[in-house]
């Protein structure tokens, strides 16, 4: 919503300089007319975030929030970003980062920040009383989820898309919010698993209990089908994420380009995806189902294709 009001985070313009190149200027209308922009702040903040999230909640039944209202607020966010960063880029025509208005390094060092806190909030799952096997996978996953978001880029020649044009920042944000909520559920996911497998072994398996699970079981996304949805976005997003930034000046040293990488990564998400429609629920291994042993195995596989490609941990370890 801030980013639509362009004027407020970017008051800059590009002046031709007497030697033909241009240079970033404080826009002096920018200055007066202020208290318009910042109206217009304030209308968009009601319109896109206080008036539907409100309406979400008045309409919702008591347990549920009204789902069109709050994808109406996120669709409407997004597009804001989007349009506010195209706008200013086309407008001004120069090659403006948000490094002209933003501290961009405080930035990226508390979403990544936020990313790893998130990446640790997955052992906590592996840490529940149930399934051997599906503490394993969760924690293999966390690890793998590591790799890809730090260490699946070359050690020098690669620029994040916070230092490119503003379009490319906007479009690292969005992808960065959906990383943050495939993450949870990819928790949520585990944890639901691994604590369904103590449950059976502490209330047995009576008649009782298989109608309490099925009940249970009868309404929303099935376990399964949350975890590959969930990995595979975050797969997906990550690799588009990567996409996004700039490598051509390591194009010679690396094994892999970066399109390629990316190409791998983004793949993997799109099997991972296709995992509840080829392994039904009742495929089980150990106790656990097997899509949550395939999930954390197709992300250790392109992260170790990444990180051979790049040779990124040879400084790490």
């Avoid at 506010?84 to 405080?106: K, L, R, Y």
């Avoid at 495939?182 to 497998?197: E, K, L, V, W």
């Avoid at 690396?254 to 429609?277: D, E, N, Q």
Wanted: proline share 3%; net charge negative; with cysteine.
């Amino acid at each position: 919503t801030l980013i639509f009001t362009r004027q407020v985070y970017y008051p800059y313009k590009a002046i031709q300089m007497e030697d033909g190149t241009r240079k970033l200027a404080v826009d002096e209308e920018w200055v007066i007319s202020s208290q318009k922009y910042s109206r217009l702040l304030i209308v968009n903040l009601f319109l896109f975030e206080i008036l539907p999230l409100s309406t979400a909640i008045y309409l919702g039944d008591g347990k549920n929030v009204y789902a069109p209202a709050v994808l109406f607020s996120v669709v409407s966010i997004s597009l804001s970003f989007t349009v506010g960063a195209v706008d200013f880029g086309f407008m001004n025509n120069v090659s403006i980062t948000m490094e002209d208005a933003f501290d961009t390094q405080h930035l990226q060092e508390r979403y990544e920040l936020i990313t790893l806190i998130f990446t640790g909030e997955l052992c906590f799952a592996a840490g529940k009383r149930g399934n051997a096997l599906a503490s394993t996978s969760v924690l293999v996953f966390a690890f793998a989820a590591y790799l890809l978001t730090f260490k699946s880029a070359p050690q020098k020649g690669h620029q994040k898309f916070w230092k490119r044009t503003i379009l490319h920042s906007v479009v690292g944000l969005l992808l960065y919010a959906g990383v943050f909520c495939a993450i949870p559920a990819i928790g949520s996911a585990y944890a639901t698993i691994i604590n369904s497998d103590a449950e059976e072994i502490e209330e047995g398996e009576g008649v009782g209990n298989e109608e309490e699970k099925g009940e249970g079981d009868s309404g929303g996304i099935p376990t399964t089908g949350l975890l590959c949805y969930s990995a595979g976005a975050f797969m997906t997003f990550t690799a588009c994420m990567n996409l996004i930034n700039d490598e051509s000046d390591k194009i010679g040293e690396v094994k892999l380009f970066l399109w390629k990488r990316g190409v791998i990564r983004f793949c993997a998400g799109v099997i991972i995806f296709m995992l509840p429609y080829l392994f039904p629920d009742d495929v089980i291994l150990e106790g656990a189902p097997i899509v949550a042993i395939i999930v954390p195995f197709l992300a250790v596989f392109s992260a170790s294709i990444e990180i051979w490609a790049t040779g990124s941990l040879k400084v790490a370890l």
